[in-house]
Every structure is written in structure tokens, then in C-alpha cells.
């Protein structure tokens, strides 16, 4: 992966790891942190958001089929299930407004 601005063309050097050619990618999943060549944190920010959306809804899902749950342990769920998938790369994003 080349990591660059959008005014610079990927780089047309071939990386080689002994003698096989090593392609080159737009994006790369590490961790769970999404890196895109442009260093577009929106990227990673909506996969955030699609992950914590399922995650959520299978939290919904399961409040349903069991017919509710009280508040104090729905939230101790909530925060045990959804809210570690949106804040395990936050400081990566800093303070910028996301668009997704």
C-alpha cells in the first residue's frame, strides 16, 4: 500500500518479498482498523458503524426474543457488546467530523 494525497499517482515500483511480486492495494483491514491509501479515516469510520450496527442489532434481536430485558441490564449489554466495537479505534480518528 502507498500511502499518499490524492494529488500524487500511486507509486509504480514493484515490491518484491524474495521473488514473488507483492500487489498493491487501495485498503487495507488491520486489527479491525481500516487503512485506505488516502488516508481517509471515513473509510474506517463506516466500517465502525456497519460493525456496531450489527452488533447492535443482534443485541435488539436477542431483547426481543426473550421478551425485554430491565434497563440496567440492557445498558451493562450495550456497553459490553456495541460500545467496545465503536471506541476500539477511536483515538485513531481524533476529533474530526466524520462523513459516511
Not at 460493525?51 to 459490553?80: H, Q, W
Request: proline letters at 4%.
Amino acid at each position: 500500500m502507498h500511502f499518499r494525497p490524492n494529488s500524487v499517482t500511486r507509486t509504480s515500483f514493484n515490491f518484491m518479498c524474495g521473488s514473488n511480486r507483492l500487489s498493491s492495494v487501495d485498503r487495507y483491514t488491520y486489527l479491525e482498523v481500516v487503512l485506505h491509501e488516502h488516508l481517509d479515516l471515513n473509510v474506517t469510520v463506516k466500517s465502525v458503524a456497519q460493525s456496531a450496527s450489527r452488533a447492535l442489532g443482534l443485541l435488539i434481536a436477542k431483547y426481543k426474543s426473550i421478551g425485554g430485558l430491565p434497563f440496567d441490564v440492557y445498558t451493562k449489554l450495550y456497553n459490553s457488546v456495541v460500545w467496545p466495537v465503536i471506541s476500539y479505534s477511536a483515538p485513531l480518528w481524533g476529533y474530526s467530523h466524520a462523513h459516511y
